[in-house]
């Protein structure tokens, strides 16, 4: 018989959190926290879960971070949240409190101080760590490596980018398990992206508050009168739902999800306008957006192509088609790289335009340049309601991000693919070859024999009219 009581301690816990939450720690986890813990010991990697307030987020982070501590070695766990005050005063101080409630013979293993638990035979081997995750100290998750690694993100909306880039080493390792908690106050950003564009990368869940028995039909009711059930507020707190849109965002999440619902379906007589984004940089795609009228019927996207690869590309795609299903014109960003491709398909007589969507707007007392100005078009487009775009998780992610704002004399500007970047979010290639596609004018959009000359012509800067 085994003498040691730590060995049939491990033996008994190791892989059932649930029993051991109830058992040693004397409490019954929700229905969602005992799925929540289970996934951890069925060895999923990548976690991530959004609520509404008060569900027991962090409650059940901390069983999670006992359980793990006590049951392995050697082991790394490190927490972070956005502020120190919720890391500290909420999260960290609720673990601080669980791991009190152990057994004396397993608590006694442990040193607690105010950043850190220990095990006091092995403190650099067997540890909790909290680091406060701010954009000025992004290495809060860095560096972690050990034979069990468990990384917690409270908060995970309030998480700046740079934070998740830093830590993509410590979050790719075999050994490592990832786990994203939080209110879902962002439309944008990797927590964001976990339950959209990268979503088949990560075990979701999702806990709403009028599904959970911690929170009282008092709050919700409260919620509803003060900011109504149809805000954003009500959205975030209560249905742990993303909101709609975040106030600097120039398109709307419910905008996009209504224009790939419609069933509406391209008119068959209407010739196509193409939209060609061209690659900058190695990590961005190419993509050529085919718009029939109002529906953007195909988005095809190219990585690693050389420009001549890109022009050959397109070509074929045109040349493939019988004359009728031809595009009236290829809109093409002629920024950089985008030149040469506006220059070779022009030298085979291809119905080319280059758009430098950094120029002047037609509208220039409102927007600062013409991506601007194609942006709102865009937004106004898919307002109207009678367009129609192809259900594209990664579309939606970019059109939703971009973000706005004024210029000291008032013009509106959007976000530059680089500032897009530097928060950690992938350059919009779909959604500005969409863009590209509303920069041509009415008097070229429609099928007509005079489609073979009109396209040499000076682009017409209004772009108010679209068909």
Known sequence: MNKNPYIDFIAKYRSNPVLFVKDVLQVHP????????????????????????????????????????????????????????????????????????????????????????????????????ARTARAETPEALAGVHSQNVLLICDEASGIDESVFEAASGSMSGHSATTLLLGNPTRSSGLFYDTHHRV?????????????????????????????????????VRVLGEFPLKEDNTVISADTVQSAQKRDIQSDPDTVPIWGLDVARFGADSSVLAIRHGNAITELISWKGLSLMELTGRVVDKFNN??????????????????????????????????????????????????????????????????CKLPVDSALFSELVSPRYQFTSSGKMKIESKDE???????SPDKADAICLTLASDAATATFGSKHSVQWKKPLKRAVKGVV
């Open 420 to 426: 897009m970047r530097k928060r950690g979010l992938p």
């Open 30 to 129: 929700d229905e969602w926290q005992a799925e929540f813990l289970s996934h951890i010991a069925g060895g999923e990697r990548k976690i991530s879960v959004r609520s509404g307030h008060g569900t027991g987020k962090s409650t059940a982070a901390s069983w999670a971070m006992v359980w793990y501590l006590t049951t392995r070695f050697p082991c790394k766990i490190v927490v972070t949240a956005p502020t120190s005050s919720q890391l500290f005063d909420a999260l960290f101080a609720e673990l601080k409190s669980w791991i009190r409630n152990l057994p004396p013979y397993v608590g006694e293993l442990f040193e607690v101080t105010s950043d850190r638990v220990v095990l006091k035979a092995a403190p650099s081997e067997a540890f909790i760590s």
């Open 199 to 235: 979503k088949a990368d990560w075990k979701t869940m999702h806990v709403s508050c009028l599904k959970s028995p911690r929170v009282s039909d008092e709050f919700v009711r409260e919620m509803e009168v003060k900011y109504g059930a149809e805000s954003n507020q009500f959205r």
């Open 321 to 386: 088609l019988i004359p009728r299903q031809r595009p009236t014109e290829i809109l093409v960003d002629s920024i950089g790289l985008g030149a040469g491709v506006v220059d070779r398909l022009q030298e085979l007589d291809l119905p080319v335009r280059g758009i430098n969507v950094g120029e002047a707007s037609s509208m220039s007392g409102t927007y600062l340049n013409l991506r601007a100005e194609l942006w709102f078009k865009l937004k106004d487009w898919l307002a109207a309601k009678d």
